[in-house]
């Protein structure tokens, strides 16, 4: 049966064509999430599983959530990787119940169906019966039930996976600016995960991708960063689309005019609490971590749609997952990394420095309750009514080289809008039937 969609849903309208008004129902509606499941997470899109160093060996598995749907991704004997969703084709029990671990077959504890490591049905007990007796129908074929599988693609050591036929190369949906972020952090050396951090935030799923591609709020919701000179308004920095405007690059660098501009910046936030240059830390080991990487590039954020992003903020290396709870709830898995070779105190900063992000960051700690303010507070607008996305201009949705902007939400909204197949200036399409 073709789900259905409410069409004439009050006030889910888009009046602007260039995104700079969204729909706060986009982030309140059961039917939006339901909508999402469809057209985004078993749709034509690649969706994060894992990192390949986290499943080295044949049979190592891990699980994870594409939309609301868990899947496992495990190594199968040949090296080659498979994910499958975590529900038994017989009746549909959960089949894995750990996070992580290894396995030599995928065996269900209610009937005891088991399945290859590549999700086929391989055994079924009493398939014939007991005694002459009972027993699979004669036409039953093992081979039409199999476990509902995803094709996976792998780039840089991410494993993806999607349930459509018609998503298009991996690579050509990771974009330009993505291939080349991943190969800066992940691929030039050979990265192994320090630690995994979950946190539940009582927001949106959507509202952490708008945060992770809006450099503006950096240097006003996080007064650690501008206090201790990680992030400055007055910073170099930008952003960089892809062609499809559905992945974002934010950047920001750090040049040899960041002492002037402190004392720019005393200037800009006086009178506004948010600073006080004569705050100090007592002991400061953890702003003072060298960058690893040459290249001068103090944060960069890669936001991959619809739920990953890759970041490097100051020297800490992090992928970062969104797991859509309903419209309200998002979990946020973060895999924590390091790199092959690092030295003993190289891995004891990155482990410092892992205290930015996370659910008690001293950075991150702010997003995760500005999204939980902003979710409490559209609950009871009006239908209609909407946020206004107008800093760093309107109109056209480009790259940047400035951080002042809210343009790669709009790039964000102009792709979710088409993959979900609303109109603008409408209520949604409906369904074919
Ligand atoms: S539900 Fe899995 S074997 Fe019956
Ligand atoms: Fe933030």
New binding site residues.
Partial sequence: MTPTFNSKAPGLTWPKEDFSRVPYEVFTDPQVFERENEKIFQGDVWNYLAHEVELPNPGDFVTNWVGRTQVVVVRDKDQSISAFENS??????Q?VTQVRGNMVKVS??????AYSLRGDLIGVPMAQGVNGKGGMPSGFSKADHGLKKLEVQIHGGLIFGTFSKRAPNLQAFLGPHSLSQIDRLLVQRKPKVLGYLRQRIPGNWKLYNENVRDPYHGSLLHQFQVSFGLQQPTMKGGIKLDADLKNTWNHSILSETDKDNQKLMEKAFEGTGKYNPNMKMADPALTQVPLDLADGYKTTILSIFPTLIVAQVDNTYAIRHLRPKGPDMVELHITYLGFEGDTQKQTHDKLLTANFIGPAGYISLEDGEALRLVQEGIKSRAPGTHEVLEMGGVGAIEDTDYLSQEISIRGFWSHYHKIMDFQANDEPTEHAQ
């Fill in positions: 038994c084709a017989h009746r549909g029990a089949l269900c504890p209610y009937h005891l169906w």
